[in-house]
């Protein structure tokens, strides 16, 4: 073992080197704690150290009593910057020497993003989207008729369908966003504790997934086509319900697949409801899911997804499907656990080594939504595409008519409602601006820095995805009386 040779240490990335950590006086402490905080600021809040290395990068070890001492003072530069130092493995090199990996993580700042990955949940009506969400979220088992998503949705985003005699559970008719956060650990945090506001749920986070429910009804198609397309999501979450089968005859789950397949969306099936069916009914309603995928054009096959499969998951090759019930509360844990090592939004990313050269790519925020705030305030919600959006920074917002751009200054940033020095490229966030201003931006309109010189324009080149093709289809310039029949 003591022959063994690790990459080379370098000045930039997460990874650190100690043959030992002893003797934590004046300025020998404040230097490590200094470097630790860059370690982790190149890891994307976490660092790696290993223990017991030598400089020459051979794995050396060091005896127990120094092992001991090294770790105890590593954990104390950790709490220094208000980070958590875990042991992830300690092994023997020689007699009475042992090497250890240390991995240490940091929470958010407030002028820090974390960790974000958005997932937008697609899927029949009635399949348990808005339940699962509640049931992740909010720390309750649903009772079976849809409890658990009362209370997560926004106002009127409800819509209880009329076109049956009997009661029927309403519908999702709008846009919803929650988000599940994840501590250091990877223990998830949840809206049960008393006095818990989402400012503190941001806070104490190091890891979020942003859940985008949409409408799973037909009638609600061009929301969830808008919902899909302009909140721009890393993963799109396919609900299946074990219960109504076969699935594959159904429209509505064919018409998200191809959305998410025209927009490049990696994909990943959950089962609900395996309370209700036995295991022979389980596996035709896997079949069926792989004829719904055949028949839109998805050859990678299905990989279940297992306590034991977790690491890795290999989407690129084969698409996980996951099984759970919201009222028993069957395989939640190992979704959660999926979740939090799906690769977050921030991936691939320049590190902090490259900030300035993000701060000065020119910015593009594509506005999603906005709201009117107190004291003359509009919010401004949306994806930050490019560049480094910072507080007091100057921008262009437009097109407002032909190639006309205003120009504004923001009063505050907002990420999740947390007020924030900055956002980097790939983050949803907000841009607070004065009422007169946000009187005049529309959704889908755009913030670029000046320097980008934008202008307006009425043609442009588009390549169109047929989504659902018929026997008489046909693309025809102008209105047409069946443009919106998606189905």
Not at 93 to 100: G, L, Q
Not at 139 to 158: A, F, P, T, V, Y
Request: with cysteine; hydrophobic share 40%; proline share 5%.
């Amino acid at each position: 073992m003591k022959n063994l040779v690790l990459p080379p240490e370098t000045e930039h990335g997460n990874i650190e080197y100690k043959l030992h950590i002893l003797d934590l006086e004046g300025a020998k402490f404040i230097r490590l704690s200094k470097q630790m905080k860059w370690r982790t600021l190149e890891g994307d809040n976490v660092a790696i150290y290993y223990i017991g290395i030598h400089d020459s990068v051979y794995i050396e070890g060091i005896v127990q009593e120094e092992m001991t001492k090294s770790l105890v003072a590593l954990r104390k530069i950790a709490s220094e910057i208000v980070a958590e130092a875990s042991l992830e493995f300690e092994e023997s090199v020689a007699e009475n020497k042992t090497f250890a990996k240390v991995i240490v993580r940091t929470g958010p700042k407030a002028d820090q993003n974390c960790s974000e990955t958005r997932i937008a949940l697609l899927g029949n009506k009635d399949a348990g989207k808005s339940t699962l969400i509640r049931v992740l979220t909010r720390g309750m088992l649903d009772n079976g008729h849809g409890s658990s998503s009362k209370n997560i949705l926004q106002k009127e985003s409800r819509y209880k369908c009329q076109s049956y005699k009997k009661p029927t559970r309403p519908n999702t008719s709008r846009i919803n966003n929650v988000i599940l956060g994840f501590d250091q650990k990877g223990n998830t945090f949840d809206y049960s504790k008393p006095f818990m506001t989402l400012e503190d749920y941001c806070m104490q986070s190091t890891k979020i997934v942003n859940f985008i429910d949409l409408a799973g009804h037909e009638e609600f198609s061009l929301t969830t086509i808008r919902g899909v397309n302009c909140q721009d999501p890393n993963y799109a979450m396919l609900v299946v319900d074990g219960a109504a089968v076969p699935v594959h005859t159904r429209r509505c789950p064919k018409f998200h697949l191809r959305l998410a397949m025209a927009l490049q969306i990696p994909i990943i099936v959950v089962i609900t409801k395996i309370d209700l069916i036995t295991i022979p009914t389980l596996e035709y309603v896997i079949r069926s899911v792989e004829k719904l995928l055949e028949s839109v054009g998805e050859l990678r096959s299905l990989l279940r997804v297992t306590e034991k499969t977790l690491l890795p998951f290999g989407m690129d090759q084969n698409i996980p499907i996951l099984f759970l019930s919201n009222v028993t509360g069957d395989g939640l844990d190992t979704l959660k656990k999926f979740l939090n090592l799906l690769p977050p939004s921030t991936a691939g990313l320049p590190s902090a080594l490259e900030e300035n050269e993000i701060s000065e790519e020119c910015v593009e925020f594509h506005v999603v939504d906005n709201f009117s705030l107190r004291r003359n305030k509009t919010r401004l919600v949306g994806i930050l595409h490019k560049g480094a959006l910072n507080d007091g920074c100057q921008l262009l917002v437009g097109p407002l008519s032909g190639e006309e751009f205003l120009s504004i200054s923001p009063d505050f940033i907002l990420y999740h409602k947390l007020r924030c020095k900055s956002v980097i490229a790939n983050t949803a966030a907000g841009v607070v601006v004065k009422r007169k201003v946000g009187q005049k931006i529309r959704r889908n309109m755009v913030l670029v820095s000046p320097s980008s010189n934008p202008k307006g324009t009425l043609c442009f080149p588009a390549s169109f995805n047929v989504l659902n093709r018929k026997k008489k289809d046909i693309i025809q310039v102008g209105p047409s009386a069946g443009g919106e029949n998606f189905f």
